[in-house]
């Protein structure tokens, strides 16, 4: 089954810190290139940082400097280590997938979300 499974959402307070996780499966997940999205009541979704194959990042000028995107691809796995959280980060965070898979070709997934509340 071809999917992406996140975790690590929750309440946090402002200046704390979470560390998202998604996990692939089905993915030919070293040659992928990934990504964390998100999306806050009545906005777009947004870019938040991405990592390719071949680990080459960015981020959005906003989060530069207190999140870092990795990946581990004998896990299948990309993080999101989000710090110094601001309310303003609040939102649905969602693992993006673009690549080749295991008997489904090439593929963009979406994962389910994960929610991040941060607090004043």
């Known amino acids: 089954q071809v999917q992406l499974v996140e975790s690590g959402g929750g309440l946090v307070q402002a200046g704390g810190s979470l560390r998202l996780s998604c996990v692939a499966s089905?993915?030919?997940?070293?040659?992928?290139?990934m990504a964390w999205y998100r999306q806050a009541p009545g906005k777009q979704r947004e870019l938040v940082a991405a990592i390719t194959s071949g680990s080459s990042r960015n981020y959005a000028d906003s989060v530069k400097g207190r999140f870092t995107i990795s990946r581990d691809n004998a896990k299948n796995t990309v993080y999101l280590q989000m710090n110094s959280l601001k309310p303003e980060d609040t939102a649905r965070y969602y693992c993006n997938h673009a690549g080749w898979t295991y008997g489904s070709g090439y593929l963009e997934l979406w994962g389910q979300g994960t929610l991040v509340t941060v607090s004043l």
């Open positions: 089905g993915t030919i997940f070293s040659v992928s290139d």
